[in-house]
């Protein structure tokens, strides 16, 4: 029997609402799902279809943790997101179809080296180095569907220090849950393990080292990250 060369970590896990745990396989991130947030970074919603990038799963942090300030960024800003967590196959599916494979829902925060993500946009270049790096995709235990209902009115909201900087309700997405599942599963074979992180509304800025975060959405459980010092 060949021998691996090196150990690799296991999937990283979220705990769930009811104290079983969800392996996170891949997770997918919408780009400019709020209108408000798209015009602060200068552009009109597509509304002829979404867009995503990806982070990789062992990005994934735990609500409540402490964090270094990245290296390669001066410029690292907060983005509060809904979590969809797949829980069962679709592919090529239909409204029903998709709507049936959303397991749940949680509170996450798509950490973002803005500058990175800002110059590699400036020369039509993939957002990677801006958006996918260790412990940028923060998360809170999930909320099966059943038990957080029909989306739309909840308030989805981030605070710094304890000073509110984004306020907007889930109403205000651009794409729906649903909307976005059958979309991505025209291009990938979702399957349980798989995240989409929705997008972020308007109010988007930098932390520094010592800021403390706390994001809620009506009916989840609340993300909290403190920004630390550089490595």
């Keep these: 029997m060949p021998q691996r060369l090196f150990s690799s970590p296991d999937y990283p896990t979220v705990p769930t609402a009811d104290g079983a745990l969800y392996p996170v396989h891949r997770i ?8 408000e947030h798209a ?3 200068g552009y009109e ?18 609500t409540g943790a402490t964090i270094p300030y990245p290296p390669g960024t001066e410029n690292f800003h907060y983005e509060m997101e809904f979590v969809i967590a797949i829980g069962a196959s679709a592919f090529r599916a239909t409204d029903e179809e998709a709507a049936a494979a959303i ?15 800002l110059s590699s946009r ?36 981030l605070a710094v ?3 509110t900087k984004q306020d907007a309700h889930l109403a205000d997405l651009v794409w729906s849950p649903v909307e976005l599942v059958v979309h991505l599963s025209r291009y990938y074979q979702l399957a349980p393990g798989d995240l989409i992180y929705t997008g972020t509304p308007a109010g988007v800025g930098p932390v520094v080292a010592g ?17 630390g010092a550089a490595q």
């Excluded at 979404?50 to 062992?58: G, H, S, T, V």
């Excluded at 270049?125 to 809170?140: C, H, M, T, Y």
């Design 28 to 35: 997918f991130c919408v780009g400019r799902n709020y209108a």
């Design 39 to 41: 015009k602060e970074m």
């Design 161 to 163: 220090n304890g000073e």
């Design 45 to 62: 919603v597509d509304r002829e279809a979404p867009f995503y990038f990806l982070k990789d799963a062992q990005a994934i942090v735990h």
């Design 103 to 117: 397991w749940g829902y949680g509170c996450g925060l798509d950490m973002t080296r803005r500058d990175l993500q």
């Design 122 to 157: 400036a020369k039509q270049r993939p957002w990677d180095l801006g958006k996918n790096f260790e412990q940028s995709a923060v998360i809170a235990p999930l909320t099966a569907a059943s038990a957080f209902g029909a989306v739309g009115p909840q308030r989805i909201m």
């Design 211 to 227: 800021d403390v975060i706390h994001g809620e959405i009506d009916g989840l459980a609340p993300v909290d990250l403190v920004i």
